[in-house]
Structures are given as C-alpha cells and as structure tokens.
C-alpha cells in the first residue's frame, strides 16, 4: 500500500482553504456559475459528492474552470472512484473506507481522503498508511471535544472534519492544532443554487474564507 505520498498531497491541496464546499448538484448548467462563485470568493476546492444522477456531469464541467481544484465525494466503492476520475475528480473522499477503495484509489493514482469516527477506525487507517483523514459525522461522534481529545493519542493524523459543521461551530474546529480545514455545506445553500443566487453565494464563500486557520 502507497498511501503516504498521495495522503500527503491531498493535505497540501486541501489545505489551501479554509473550508471545502460540499456540493450536491442536481442542475448540470448550475456547475459553472457555482464553482465560479465558490472561487471567487476564495473557496477553488470543491467537492461534489456522488448523490445526484448529474454528479459526474458537473465535476467534469467545474474541471474546466480555471484555477478550481474538484474532488468527487461519497466514494461507495471501486467503480465510483474510476468514474470520478474519468469525469476529472482531482480527488476523492468517502465517508469511510475499505481496502478495495484504497487499492482502487491507489491504482488510479487519485488521492483519497478516507472517513473514520472512531479511534479504531483511525488506527486502522493510519496503518494503510493514512495521516490525514475525512473526520465524519464530525458533530454527531462528539465534534471539536472528540477531536480535541483524539490528538493526545493519536498526534501524527490530521482531520478534515464534515458534517454537522456550521458557521456557529466552525471556529471551533478550526482552533485544533489536528484539523486542516473542514467540509460544509452552508456555503452553498440549495434554494440559493436553485434561484441563481451566485453573488449571494460568493460573500457566503468570502466569509468562510476569512476564517483562516486560527492555529497550526
């Protein structure tokens, strides 16, 4: 298993902001004025997960947008990660993980960033090679107090918390030495997407985007 390398980059590229949109677009014609406003506003790494039937359609068209960076999101198995990277995913993320993910992810050279809730599970990831890791349902197994107290035995893994995560919590994960950045959703609110909303959108992502890192 090659997972390091890959586990490092995929740190370095989502580290680049603050907060990952999490995307669900049901709208092929809405990927572009959206992925265009996320980045706009700062936010030019996005993840579109796999749960609408035009998934696909649009991680290829955000691809073509200049200086975004698309992953595909909830990666279920092996055929998921082949079809994201043909469509032009950059990387991968799934909700948890299992060995023929990491190999097909491995062998389709696509970074992934697997998921996991538990010490257990991150134990067992940090054994294929993982230190950087999708911490999900971040709010529903404890939030920002799991995390915390996860880091004193586990000190070499780093998190990308998602779910539940709001502009009322953020800070508070972004203020752990072991987190990167986190994924949400609020920045991109569906009746916003569906009314064309795009500059609301925009100042939605300026605001995540200012939040920074508050510690390293």
């Avoid at 989502?14 to 014609?29: D, K």
């Avoid at 955000?62 to 200086?67: E, K, L, M, P, R």
């Avoid at 909830?74 to 043909?86: D, F, G, V």
């Avoid at 539940?164 to 916003?192: H, K, M």
């Amino acid at each position: 298993m090659t997972a390091n390398r890959p586990c490092r980059g995929l740190e370095a590229i989502l580290g680049q902001v603050p907060v990952i949109p999490v995307l669900e677009i049901a709208n092929e014609a809405d990927a572009i004025p959206l992925a265009s406003a996320l980045a706009e506003g700062g936010l030019h790494v996005i993840e579109v997960t796999l749960r609408t039937e035009m998934a696909l359609a649009a991680i290829e068209r955000i691809s073509s947008v200049s200086g975004c960076v698309v992953g595909a999101g909830s990666i279920l198995n092996p055929a998921h990660a082949e079809a994201a990277k043909s469509a032009g995913a950059v990387f991968g993320v799934s909700p948890g993980s299992s060995i023929p993910i990491i190999e097909a992810c491995s062998s389709l050279e696509l970074p992934l960033l697997p998921g996991a809730a538990t010490a257990s599970e991150i134990m067992h990831l940090q054994n294929q090679g993982f230190t950087f890791l999708k911490f999900f349902p971040a709010e529903a197994v404890g939030g920002h107090r799991a995390l915390k107290a996860l880091s004193g035995p586990l000190p070499n893994v780093r998190f990308c918390p998602t779910g539940g995560i709001n502009p009322e919590n953020v800070e508070s994960y972004l203020a752990l030495n072991n987190v990167v950045c986190v994924g949400g959703s609020w920045i991109a609110p569906p009746e916003a997407v569906s009314e064309c909303r795009w500059n609301d959108i925009r100042r939605l992502a300026a605001q995540a985007h200012s939040l920074g890192k508050i510690s390293d």
